[in-house]
């Protein structure tokens, strides 16, 4: 019973192939293990919080996908989990959270920083993972892209294609990703010997809309090509392209960030740098389990993008 206890649970020191016989079993008879009792017999709900922010979940591509990966990394390692809609405030609800056991840990998305209420988790004793840095604190654990090296490797892309002259949308100012990627958008320029035009530059805020309106802007100052620094702002460029009349990619080459490939009006695949959201999930979902479990957990963990190629960039080396 102590071997099939272990097997159902997760938990080490079942041999595998035990272990796999034990979980043919607990299927066919459809058995499940009891959060209750589980919680009762070691001290812990078997329940992860995750909290986005509010205001995105509905408007954002990418935390549609960072929510159903994050989903799908707990329920693969038998953990509820738990979204926690975030007041904006700070919330007495978090004493509830920590007093009651409701939750082991909590997974937040730098998405959602800004509000007392995130910054009393993350001062809490409650294990907690970002997905995303923080801006102003070093002392959270992170699990995000490098989004540095990724912004670095797009535009690097559009000078292999032979563009010389590359516009960029960036994210908010108060987000680390943006500031990272605009720095690896400036660090291709220097590599490539290319001083960056100020001009190409326009503050966007990773909305679809933001997007849209900068396209105007840089259309007037005709770059060969633009780095929209999230897919959410590249669709909205794409979109006033079209309408526009400005031919994507024959006019001018665009490439995006997340690989979220969102569906509008203009179907379009869009170049892109991906994210892995699956890893990202895994990741933070067993680093926070780890957390839990009083092991050691790397302060900073940082996941590689690959380039997705969409119908956006044009090869114009050979031109």
């Known amino acids: 019973m102590a071997a099939a ?9 079942v ?15 459809r058995y499940r293990p009891n959060r209750a009792a589980r919680q009762l017999a070691g001290g812990r709900s078997s329940i992860i919080g995750l909290t986005l922010g509010n205001q995105f979940l509905v408007s954002s591509n990418y935390a549609t996908a960072l929510l159903g990966t994050i989903a799908t990394a707990a329920s693969t390692r038998a953990e509820g989990l738990m979204l926690i809609p975030d007041s904006g405030e700070q919330n007495s609800s978090v004493d509830n959270f920590l007093h009651d056991g409701m939750v082991d840990g909590v997974i937040i998305s730098a998405m959602a920083v ?9 001062d809490s004793p409650l294990p907690t993972i ?9 002392d959270v654990h992170v699990v995000d892209v490098d989004n540095q090296v990724a ?6 892309h ?41 001009e190409l530059v326009i503050a966007g805020d990773y909305s679809n809309a933001s997007g849209y309106e900068a ?16 897919d959410d702002m590249a669709y909205g460029i794409v979109k006033r392209a079209h309408e526009q009349r400005v031919d994507i990619p024959g006019d001018i080459s665009l490439i995006g960030f997340d690989a979220t ?13 991906v994210q892995p959201f699956a890893k990202i999930a895994n990741v933070a979902v067993q680093s926070l389990i780890a957390l839990v479990e009083g092991k050691e957990v790397p302060r900073e963990q940082l996941l590689r993008s690959e380039l997705q190629r969409g119908q956006t960039v044009r090869d114009r080396s050979q031109a």
């Not at 590359?166 to 001083?195: C, F, K, N």
């Not at 490939?261 to 740098?273: A, C, E, F, K, L």
């Open 215 to 230: 396209a105007d802007d840089l259309f007037a100052k005709e770059p060969d090509a633009i780095f929209a620094m999230n």
């Open 5 to 13: 206890s272990r097997a159902l649970n997760g938990r080490d020191g």
């Open 151 to 156: 912004a670095r490797d797009a535009v690097e």
């Open 158 to 198: 559009l000078f292999d294609n032979g563009h010389r002259r590359i516009g960029a949308v960036t994210g908010p100012r108060s987000r680390v990703d943006s500031h990272r990627r605009l720095a690896g958008y400036y660090q291709a320029h220097e590599r490539h010997g290319i001083a960056v035009d100020p």
């Open 15 to 29: 041999d595998p192939c035990v272990r796999q016989r034990i979980q043919e079993v607990a299927d066919e008879l």
């Open 261 to 273: 490939n969102p569906r509008g009006p203009i179907n379009t695949p869009v170049t892109s740098m």
């Open 130 to 138: 970002m997905i995303g840095a923080h801006p102003d604190r070093n």
């Open 114 to 122: 800004g509000s007392g209420w995130i910054e009393e988790f993350l």
